[in-house]
T-cell receptor
Framework: EPEVTQTPSHQVTQMGQEVILRCVPI?????FYWYRQILGQKVEFLVS????????KSEIFDDQFSVERPDGSNFTLKIRSTKLEDSAMYFC?????????????FGPGTRLTVT | GQQLNQSPQSMFIQEGEDVSMNCTSS?????WLWYKQEPGEGPVLLIA?????ELTSNGRLTAQFGITRKDSFLNISASIPSDVGIYFC????????????FGGGTRVLVKP
């Protein structure tokens, strides 16, 4: 069964460093998303992406964050200058569109630890 | 913004029991989804609900979209040890765009 994959599974970085989290959405999906989950808390929406542009973003997704679909398969989240409070699990998700638009499928996540 | 409140926050199950959890909001939702998350994993989609009153099953799981569109419940019948995990409800409000709002989760644990 096709699935969303994410790399790396765990990233440790120092405060102020840039990180890029990578995702390969399900191949026929058209809508892509990033969410984050701080330890023990609920999953929070960051950004949605369709047709090579951001379609929606939350207040969390400030100027330090950016997303890109550099080729036909990858979808990346970049944090320009990491802060301690960026430590969280970051999940990529995708949905097919049309009738399946609302059904988002999540990857296994990248645990980001900022020290 | 929209908030989803899940209850209970945690529950213990005994093998063979039926269990129930729910999700409520003060806002109307157009679509409800139920996910299960196990430690160190991403949320796995269990059931999607699209119409008020809709009752949908997936194996031993049954979920309903409340008539008021402000709530949903999930039942697990004849629970087994691998049902352990955190169950999240999530919803869409069309007017709020294409983002999912998640509830705080119900942690299901096995009775010692």
């Amino acid at each position: 069964e096709p699935e969303v994959t994410q790399t790396p599974s765990h990233q440790v970085t120092q405060m102020g460093q840039e990180v890029i989290l990578r995702c390969v959405p399900i191949s026929n999906h058209l809508y892509f998303y990033w969410y984050r989950q701080i330890l023990g808390q609920k999953v929070e929406f960051l950004v949605s992406f369709y047709n090579n542009e951001i379609s929606e973003k939350s207040e969390i997704f400030d100027d330090q964050f950016s997303v890109e679909r550099p080729d036909g398969s990858n979808f990346t989240l970049k944090i320009r200058s990491t802060k301690l409070e960026d430590s969280a699990m970051y999940f990529c998700a995708s949905s097919v569109g049309g009738q399946g638009f609302y059904e988002q499928y999540f990857g296994p996540g990248t645990r980001l630890t900022v020290t | 913004g929209q908030q989803l409140n899940q209850s209970p926050q945690s529950m213990f199950i005994q093998e063979g029991e039926d269990v129930s959890m729910n999700c409520t909001s003060s806002s109307i939702f157009n679509t409800w989804l139920w996910y299960k998350q196990e430690p160190g994993e991403g949320p796995v989609l269990l059931i999607a609900l699209y119409k008020a009153g809709e009752l949908t099953s997936n194996g031993r799981l049954t979920a309903q979209f409340g008539i008021t569109r402000k709530d949903s419940f999930l039942n697990i019948s004849a629970s087994i040890p691998s049902d352990v995990g955190i169950y999240f409800c999530a919803g869409y409000v069309k007017a709020a765009g294409n983002k999912l709002t998640f509830g705080g989760g119900t942690r299901v644990l096995v009775k010692p």
